[in-house]
């Protein structure tokens, strides 16, 4: 039994000998981890850009309605 496991181990062993592992990993992690990075700091930017918008168009909305009302 354990002369069959050795074998079997070799065998693995063998068929994933011309496998790069470098390869295998960047496929397999950094890639998609790549992908999620990109997804996201696109959607926090876009987040930004519309809360600054929103920011400046409500400073201005108060300012007008200030100075329009508020004359101190």
């Known amino acids: 039994m354990k002369a069959e496991l050795l074998n ?36 926090i930017s876009e987040r930004g850009h519309m809360l600054m918008n929103l920011d400046a168009r409500l400073n201005s909305s108060w300012r007008y309605l200030r100075k329009k009302y508020l004359k101190f």
């Open 8 to 43: 079997e181990f070799n065998l693995l062993q063998r068929s994933l000998a011309s496998v790069d592992y470098h390869e295998m990993v960047e496929e397999q992690v950094y890639v998609p981890i790549k992908r999620v990075n990109n997804k996201m700091h696109t959607w």
